[in-house]
């Protein structure tokens, strides 16, 4: 994987454009953003997590939230890392099936109950889980839950990740993935908006 | 051996938006303090948040800690141009309003009353939620927060727009943009990794 900004090549920024001179006014999360990418995607020790699981559940992830450009970038990462092409297609598959409209779930009973959005649990689809496997299959099922409806979060969603048979440190490492890419996404998509003012 | 998750002492669930000081308890092991490397103190960024079960948590994966603190530190604290330090608080609450991240929005609605000194606006985010009426500048700030926040991701071209004609400059824009996407990665981690806690009554 190369180290050029992401950021700045999903958004296609050129040197000294209008977008570029507005992110050198944020040159530390510029390049913090950058180095937390590396960190999750290429670092120097991969701990418990190979890099070709860390591009699977990125690809997921940025395909739930439909930003096209994103999601051909992972999903570029996912088979330039040796994903065989039924993993690809099954990756690719599961974002599709799990796609759907967030933030929803629910609160702790009380006077928020009444902003309850109740909704789905989602789970790979029994076709695809022998192809991701069981670590694969827990972690997508959380990062749906983390992407779409976060409040559900609760101590048994964690659970099954661990039953998967991740550790506590990777579990840290899959929510730190799913956050960051939530976070990237939003970036680029809006000052993807913003560069149409400019 | 398989890791297991924790059960949070008794503790009392708010169960509402609130700007008290909340306490925030692990589903997940921190480290123990004294298992701190120096490794894992560059990843803290401050070493007094080695007190902290949410940080001491995080830091199991150090880098990414490091890089995400220093992220959190230019969106928010740069006081270079872009948007005042108050809006900037004011995005990160309504992202964490409409998320649901009950802890998150404590923080930051607290954050953004000492900056701006409008107590009353701030807690009407939190008691009635995203769509309050607040005056068109903050009005904008909230609705562009909101859109960057919903899966899929709503903001587009007319949030541009609108920030623009609520006279904040491309850089003040771009800080609305960073500063609700950074609250799209705190939220998930604060609320898939812990609980809130209130201060017990009395």
């Known amino acids: ?198 | 051996m398989t890791d297991t998750t924790l059960v949070p002492p008794p503790h009392v669930v708010p169960t509402v938006f609130t700007r008290d000081q909340l306490d925030w308890l692990p589903w997940l092991e921190p480290l123990p303090v004294e298992e701190l490397t120096d490794r894992h103190f560059a990843g803290l960024v401050d070493a007094s948040r080695a007190n902290s079960a949410y940080f001491r948590l995080l830091v199991r994966d150090p880098d990414v800690l490091g890089a995400r603190t220093r992220t959190d530190k230019d969106i928010f604290y740069n006081p270079e141009a872009g948007l005042p330090r108050a809006e900037r608080e004011l995005a990160a609450a309504a992202a964490s309003r409409l998320n649901g991240c009950i802890y998150c929005a404590s923080v930051h609605a607290r954050f953004a009353v000492t900056f701006s000194k409008r107590e009353a606006d701030v807690q009407k985010l939190l008691d009635d939620g995203v769509g309050v009426d607040l005056g068109e500048r903050w009005n904008a700030i909230v609705a562009a927060a909101v859109a960057l926040t919903t899966t899929p991701i709503t903001f587009g071209p007319a949030h541009v727009d609108r920030l623009r004609a609520a006279r904040l400059d491309d850089a003040a824009v771009a800080d609305v943009i960073q500063a609700a996407a950074f609250f799209n990665w705190a939220n998930r981690l604060m609320l898939s990794l812990g609980e809130p806690a209130s201060p017990p009554a009395g």
């Open chain 1, 1 to 198: 994987m190369s180290d050029i900004d992401v950021i700045d090549r999903l958004l296609g920024i050129a040197p000294g454009s209008a977008l570029d001179r507005i992110r050198a006014t944020r040159t530390e999360a510029r390049a913090q953003a950058q180095a937390s990418y590396r960190a999750l995607f290429n670092p120097d020790d991969m701990a418990g997590i190979a890099q070709q699981e860390r591009l699977a559940v990125a690809a997921f992830v940025v395909g739930l939230h439909g930003q096209s450009a994103v999601t051909e970038h992972y999903a570029g990462a996912l088979a330039a890392a040796g994903a065989t092409p039924a993993l690809a297609d099954a990756v690719a598959a599961a974002a599709k099936a799990a796609t759907g409209q967030g933030p929803y779930g629910s609160y702790p009973a009380g006077p928020l109950s009444v902003e309850d959005q109740p909704g789905a649990t989602w789970r790979v689809d029994g076709r695809i889980a022998p192809i991701l496997g069981p670590r694969l299959t827990a972690a997508f099922e959380h990062m749906h839950l983390l992407i779409l409806h976060p409040r559900d979060a609760g101590p048994t969603a964690l659970q099954a990740l661990l039953d998967a048979g991740w550790t506590t440190t990777d579990v840290v490492t899959l929510s730190q993935i799913a956050a960051f890419l939530a976070f990237q996404v939003r970036v680029v998509a809006g000052l993807g908006a913003l560069a149409t003012r400019l």
